[in-house]
């Protein structure tokens, strides 16, 4: 059966609690995200013991973020890793995402972050980014494709907006996704994996709703159970 387009994000304590997560869903879900405390705490090696011998595609959550040299730099010194994604974020300017997308190897897409959904509307005005945060979303994220960014990471309530400002061929990856009826934790603005597909989202960040579970394999299971069905009762 084709893997769910899921990526589970494993925030885990420990390299050995990761690893364990990873080999547990990998067989459920397409993708898993490493993000900035894991592999800095652990290193390049964080790659090889999540990866394990399943062959599971890597989402390394790094925000990357600096002039576009320095940028350049940093993604060819990951590139050996084989990321499936690379994210760096779209305030970088077209200048840096552009560096970051000529030194990506071939199979890996660099994906922009428009706007952090930490930041409020005020949080916004202050940084001097004017008007509602929605539009600076869509600009950013067409700021982000007009230089070479073959996906977007932005939140299930804009990812309707953000396709209708991309088009189809942009891979669009929405974290704040949570099951009905599960525990939405600090996420503020969440949609569940359903809505977020049928929204146009293609690839869905799950962390604690399946690592938080007594059993992340059957969740995992479940979730790629649920999109399936949605799947099959489309017209
Ligand atoms: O546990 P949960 O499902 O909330 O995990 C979501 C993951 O997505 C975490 O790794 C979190 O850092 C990340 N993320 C997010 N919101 C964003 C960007 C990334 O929750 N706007």
């Known amino acids: 059966m084709t893997p769910a387009p899921i990526a589970v994000a494993l925030d885990a304590p420990n390299l050995e609690t990761a690893a364990r997560w990873a080999s547990l869903v990998t067989p459920h879900v397409s993708t898993v995200k490493v993000g900035l405390e894991l592999y800095l705490r652990y290193g390049p090696d964080v790659i090889a013991s999540v990866r394990g011998a399943s062959g599971v595609q890597i989402f390394l959550d790094l925000k990357l973020h600096d002039i576009p040299n320095t940028v350049a ?109 599960s525990d939405t934790q600090d996420q503020a603005r969440v949609a569940t994996p359903e809505a977020a597909i049928a929204d146009g989202a293609d690839l869905l960040v799950i962390g604690r709703p399946i690592t938080g579970s007594p059993d992340p394999g059957a969740a995992a299971a479940g979730i790629a159970a649920a999109l399936r069905r949605t799947a099959l009762s489309r017209p």
């Open 73 to 181: 730099g940093a993604v060819r010194a990951v590139g050996r890793l084989k990321p499936a994604i690379l994210t760096v974020h779209a305030t970088g300017g077209p200048a840096m995402i552009e560096a970051a997308v000529q030194a990506a190897p071939e199979r890996t897409q660099i994906a922009a972050v428009t706007v952090l959904t930490s930041l409020s509307a005020a949080d916004l005005a202050r940084l001097g980014v004017q008007g509602p945060p929605d539009d600076a979303v869509r600009r950013l994220a067409a700021l982000a494709v007009g230089a070479g960014a073959q996906a977007l990471v932005c939140s299930p309530r804009e990812v309707a907006a953000v396709r209708a400002e991309v088009g189809p061929r942009i891979t669009l990856i929405t974290p704040g996704v949570r099951p009905a009826g």
